[in-house]
């Protein structure tokens, strides 16, 4: 299975491609999409959709992972980076590539062990598990580090539901207008 990781951003849009048989996880291919700067907005947005649909179209990814943002001290950054983010999930649904969703924390968790591991810990982490021989930008590891957390993710699922396979641990029961997780 080919997995698209993408770190969203304005100005720069990291992604990271890795293959994933088995457990075994292969880097395809890693880097930024760049927008300037100097543009109106929505001229750097269709930048990000199109280099989106562009990078979809050459490596045909079977799945997405995608960055989920939180809000940054900066009102008017968050909404930029809201606007960037709903660039690249619309650019990657309107090729056809399912889309999961990762907080940082649970990608700098699932690379690194912690939670709240910087961003230099993240690239040699990720530089050590897909074997590279230097660290990708700093986009383009957390992008490869997205993607890697949906390989773990989706891994995780497979053998959850291996070893229940006449029902689901983890399907939503609703109870009361409330979802819960137990099993049924």
């Known amino acids: 299975m080919r997995i698209l990781g993408i770190d969203p951003g304005l100005r720069i849009t990291g992604y990271g491609i890795i293959d994933v048989e088995g457990a075994s996880q292969t880097y395809v291919a890693s880097g930024v999409i ?11 947005l269709h930048t990000l959709f199109s280099g989106l649909v562009e990078l979809v179209e050459h ?10 943002v939180f809000v940054n001290v900066n009102p008017q950054s968050t909404l930029l980076l809201g606007q960037a983010r709903g660039a690249a999930l619309t650019a990657l649904t309107h090729a056809g590539v399912a889309v999961s969703e990762y907080t940082a924390l649970q990608v700098k968790k699932a ?6 591991a910087s961003k230099l810990q993240v690239q ?30 989706l891994a995780f699922m497979k053998s959850m ?24």
């Open 124 to 153: 040699e982490m990720v530089m050590r598990l897909l074997t590279l021989p230097g660290p990708p930008s700093a986009d383009a590891a957390d992008a490869l580090a997205t993607a890697m957390t949906h390989a773990q993710n």
């Open 161 to 184: 539901s291996a070893a229940s396979p006449n029902k689901s641990l983890l399907a939503p029961r609703l109870r009361k207008g409330r979802t819960s997780w137990r099993n049924r």
């Open 34 to 44: 760049r927008s300037d700067d100097t543009t109106p907005l929505p001229t750097r």
């Open 59 to 68: 490596y045909k990814p079977q799945v997405a992972a995608v960055e989920i």
């Open 111 to 116: 690379t690194v062990g912690n939670g709240k």
